[in-house]
């Protein structure tokens, strides 16, 4: 059973519908205990990183994240749950993520060129830079859908892929157990399904 959490931050109606097409078995949870007895975590969030950071704080399941995660329990975080994977944000000031990946998370603006918009929105192909579990239904160039402002950077160990918009942009990360998709795989039509598969395949 892989438990999606459910700490207040966006809507989960697509993520829950991409498990159940590929036949999942999944549940939606902010229960410690029902985290604990899964055999997967999905870290969705959309929105703002001080605010969602502080809703999983505040909930205590922060705490229980970073134990199963380090105990090597499988783990994605989607968009900004990868995001907050890594160690810090500088969204709007500074702010503490979990730090299960090293590196930062920093705005697009003055690192991609001026003419490109802020946010990213849209498809770009996937740039495999390693091999990856989560990628063996899926192929190099793959497009997936992207709606971010702000990238994971200085984390060039963990880098599984990456997209290209103005400069290569950190698309995918993993280290051990641990995954992250910048994209919405539950947006990015059968590629985004095949990865969830993968990810829910796995021991």
Known sequence: MIAIIDYGVGNLFSLIS?????G?????TAD????????GIILPGVGAF?????????TGLDKV??????????????????????EKSFEYG?????????????????????????PHIGWNALHLTRDSEIFKYINANDCVYFVHSYYAAD??????????????????????????????PEKSGEVGLNILRAFCEME
């Open 155 to 184: 984390c060039d160990d963990s880098v599984i892929a990456t997209a290209e918009y103005g400069k290569e942009l950190t698309a995918a990360v993993q280290n051990g157990n641990i995954f992250g998709c910048q994209f919405h």
């Open 50 to 58: 001080e605010d969602a950071a502080k809703k999983l704080r505040d």
């Open 65 to 86: 994240v970073i134990a199963e995660a380090q105990n090597g329990k499988k783990l994605m975080g989607i968009c900004l749950g990868m995001q907050m994977l890594f």
């Open 32 to 39: 410690p205990e029902v985290i604990k007895a899964a055999d």
């Open 94 to 118: 500074e702010h503490k993520g979990l730090g299960l990946l090293k590196g930062n998370i920093i705005p697009m603006q003055n690192t991609i060129p001026n003419n490109l918009k802020i």
């Open 24 to 28: 999942a078995d999944i549940t939606v």
């Open 18 to 22: 991409s498990f159940k097409k590929i």
